[in-house]
């Protein structure tokens, strides 16, 4: 079936190739005639009209040196007979192709004249001012606007402002374990996406370490309480793959120290640090290997097991041992004189768990591991059973007592002065005290909202900092209970938008949850739990009380900033809403769906009240990005196969179908990532979702763009020219699906995607935000202006490359890795 149509398609080319060719010696031999004949000055005067419908102004004239004199007018006027008025309409909206299949679909004895005539029509009436770019093989128009008068002239250069990590907001504990730290200096110690955060629990301020180029996995502090070792795991940005590694680095001074296996490792690894390092490669083998911390050269190395490994530390009591723990073992490693021996833990007659969650170790040197079954296990050294298994029988690692202590899982244990033991539930969410014999002593429970313990630090021996599995840090006490210091999604996050006048931002993701983050005081201000939909997309109104919230069922909310309570809901179609944009003047809201639909609804009582007051049609894909005119009265959309279209929303949301009338009109945002003013944010050869999201500064001076590769790009605006030049930014470990600025441009935040992570950053220098900066970009193209000489296409192709979280590496085309674990060697002499 498809050879067949690949057959008739090529027939008609070549019919259509043949009817052009005659169609050039009928006009020639006319021309000729013509000679001998007076022109008709009227069809030469109407023709130029159309010519200067669309593309010209209206005094401009075709000169007789043109290419289409008058006689060439009156020829095409000649030959366009009945189909002139069709003629007229498609030139002034560009649509050709449309005009073509018109014309053969009548099989018009003067079709292949017509063609010919609209080739060479429009050569002459859109010349100069349009330009082509191309994603994945599909053409798009940009009309140049009127102040640009040289396209090519124009230089593009990196805007003076630039962007500085100001606070991360999040915490990676639903997938990762042991790693939460409390330092003598008050800090708090975790990570989320590529960072490393370092919070003052007490003084509420952040300091980060960012020489990640990856999703860190595994975290650990040196015995002196200022090294620390954190491990990154695999991954890819674009086409370069980047090495899983450890970095050893000074937590005073954010300096790094060494940087260990990088090359070596084969995934993901996790950390630990000390005069020795010891380290879990996430690869198949789960190899185990010994570093010094100082030369950063391997030591020795041993293939662990092929089920999966959470844990390894060193013995204190005993620098040759090493413990490993996972999925249903227990390994006691012996190093000596670069070799490793291996003896396995024997459960005997206790049950023996599918994961042995974590381990360590007592005052007396036995080992504490808790497991899947809700026990606590203490391990010792048996002597040799020479009774049994005869003269060469060995010592061996049993089970001394086993302790019930949780409903579930036991996800972690954390040593106290002293000797006691505190230990983390997972099913039913308990913190316990044990006794140095572990009795238990006291025990809390903290609120479902925040998940299970995924681990503990101590801060004096009463207050306590708890990572949980829904990404929270929780500080408190026995007596007083917990409160979280750290919040965040759990999930994809996509919806994020600024408050018009203040500083606080809203987001929505996956999870169900929804946020109102304070952004001048770092913190959130209340989250609300959705009942079934999740939220993918938001927007302030412009009053500033209200905020809406498309979901992922075609429904929407507005909720009340200050009650929480839903005030107005609607739904449109049944598939999920992508834009959520209220009118400059707030007396719309337009939701763009799935569907390919743009809802237009009247809003009033400020924001409380919706009627339906059209729907704008005309998109053959699902709406991805819309922006309204200053005026109120138009809107700009973008859609899944890359189109640009216009609407007339006062009008009666009707499609403007000459998209060269828009080129002049001033837009109240612009995120939009196709239009003619952001063209440079696309690499050469970009494919079409490479680019998420981007965001307009408020003083129209710079453009922020959230990439598919984890990076944030900051570039002048406008940017129009191809391969503009940037400022770019790590710190995400996923897609970055959103990006915004604050009402007064002081600071951008970012979103990723399942990093589960919020950047925010501080815009410096430029002269400052706010608004009245719309000067200051059209001076900036208007310095550069002068003649448009030709038309320019750039083509753009390349295969989707889309870099996912490493927990959901199944969902990408590309293979990425996680990390596992290590743990250090005091600071004693390997033998």
Request: glycine share 8%.
């Amino acid at each position: 079936m498809m050879e067949v149509r690949l057959q008739a398609q090529e027939d008609e080319i070549t019919l259509l190739k043949s009817s052009l060719a005659d169609a050039l010696r009928r006009i020639r031999l006319h021309d000729h005639q013509l000679s001998f004949h007076p022109v008709n000055p009227g069809a030469a005067r109407v023709l130029n009209q159309v010519c200067c419908s669309d593309g010209c102004t209206s005094n401009r004239k075709l000169s007789s040196s043109s290419a289409f004199d008058g006689r060439a007018n009156c020829t095409m006027a000649f030959f366009l007979g009945d189909h002139f008025s069709i003629f007229m309409t498609y030139i002034r909206n560009s649509l050709i192709i449309e005009m073509i299949l018109h014309i053969k679909a009548h099989e018009n004895r003067n079709a292949c004249k017509i063609v010919n005539v609209i080739y060479v029509l429009c050569s002459v009436s859109l010349a100069g001012h349009s330009i082509k770019m191309f994603i994945r093989g599909r053409p798009i128009t940009m009309y140049i606007p009127s102040n640009i008068q040289n396209y090519e002239d124009l230089k593009m250069e990196p805007p003076s402002e630039r962007l500085e990590l100001d606070w991360v907001y999040g915490y990676r504990g639903r997938d990762c374990r042991a790693n939460l730290y409390f330092l003598p200096t008050g800090e708090a110690v975790y990570f989320i996406a590529c960072v490393v955060v370092l919070y003052h629990i007490n003084n509420r301020t952040q300091r980060h370490y960012r020489k990640h180029t990856d999703c860190v996995r595994c975290l650990t502090i040196h015995p002196d309480k200022v090294r620390i070792a954190s491990g990154q795991t695999a991954g890819v940005d674009k086409d370069k793959p980047l090495l899983p590694c450890v970095h050893i680095w000074d937590s005073t001074t954010l300096v790094t120290l060494q940087q260990i296996g990088l090359g070596t490792f084969q995934r993901g690894v996790g950390s630990d640090s000390g005069t020795f390092l010891c380290v879990i490669d996430d690869s198949n083998e789960h190899m185990l290997s010994v570093w010094d911390c100082n030369k950063g050269t391997k030591h020795a190395e041993v293939k662990t097991t092929n089920e999966a490994v959470f844990s390894v530390d060193f013995n204190p009591s005993d620098s040759a041992n090493i413990i490993t723990c996972g999925k249903s073992h227990v390994y006691f490693w012996t190093l000596s004189t670069g070799q490793f021996t291996k003896k396995q833990g024997i459960f005997g007659k206790y049950k023996k768990p599918k994961f042995i969650q974590c381990f360590v170790f007592s005052l007396t040197g036995d080992v504490l591991t808790g497991d899947s079954e809700g026990n606590i296990l203490t391990w010792g050294k048996s002597a040799a059973d020479v009774k049994t298994l005869g003269k060469g029988a060995k010592e061996t690692f049993q089970i001394m007592r086993q302790t019930r202590a949780h409903e579930g899982s036991v996800f972690t244990l954390c040593n106290l002065q002293g000797g006691a033991l505190l230990s983390g539930g997972g099913k039913d969410r308990k913190i316990i005290r044990w006794s140095a014999d572990l009795a238990p002593e006291r025990e809390c429970e903290i609120p479902e909202k925040y998940g299970a313990v995924r681990t503990l630090a101590d801060v004096d021996g009463e207050e306590l900092l708890v990572g949980t599995t829904r990404n929270a840090i929780l500080r408190g006490t026995f007596s007083d209970g917990f409160v979280a210091i750290v919040q965040g999604h759990v999930d994809e996050m996509w919806g994020l938008a600024t408050h018009p006048s203040q500083n606080v931002f809203f987001t929505c993701g996956n999870d169900k949850q929804v946020f109102l983050w304070n952004a001048e005081e770092h913190k959130m201000d209340w989250c609300t739990t959705l009942e079934v939909e999740y939220g993918l997309c938001a927007d302030f109104s412009p009053v500033g009380s209200v905020v809406s919230v498309g979901l992922s069922t075609g429904r929407w909310l507005v909720l009340d900033l200050f009650t929480r309570e839903v005030i107005s809901e609607s739904t449109d179609g049944n598939e999920q809403l992508s834009v959520m944009r209220y009118s400059p003047d707030g007396s719309f809201l337009a939701v763009g769906s799935h569907d390919n639909f743009i809802y237009i609804y009247s809003v009033t009582e400020s924001g409380r009240r919706y009627t339906r007051f059209g729907r704008c049609n005309g998109h053959s894909s699902f709406i991805t990005h819309l922006d309204w005119s200053k005026d109120g009265k138009y809107i700009m959309s973008n859609s899944g196969d890359y189109e640009i279209l216009y609407w007339d929303i006062a009008g009666g949301c009707k499609l403007l179908r000459n998209r060269f009338e828009s080129k002049d009109r001033e837009w109240a945002s612009y995120t939009c990532v196709l239009g003619f003013h952001v063209m440079g944010v696309w690499l050469e050869g970009s494919d079409g979702t490479d680019i998420n999201a981007l965001c307009r500064s408020h003083s129209e001076r710079v453009v922020a763009v959230a990439d598919d590769f984890c990076k944030v790009h900051l570039f002048q605006y406008p940017c129009p020219k191809l391969k503009a030049p940037s400022h770019r930014y790590e710190g995400h470990g996923s897609h970055v699906t959103n990006v915004c600025f604050t009402h007064s441009d002081s600071h951008l935040l970012s979103m990723g995607g399942k990093d589960t992570c919020i950047l925010q950053w501080k815009v410096m220098g430029g002269g400052g935000g706010g608004g009245g900066g719309v000067g200051d970009s059209r001076e900036r193209v208007n310095r550069r202006t002068v003649t448009l000489r030709r038309r320019l296409s750039v083509p753009f192709a390349v295969p989707l490359r889309r870099q996912f979280h490493p927990d959901h590496a199944e969902e990408s085309t590309l293979t990425l890795h996680s990390c596992t674990c290590v743990r250090s060697l005091r600071n004693r002499t390997v033998r």
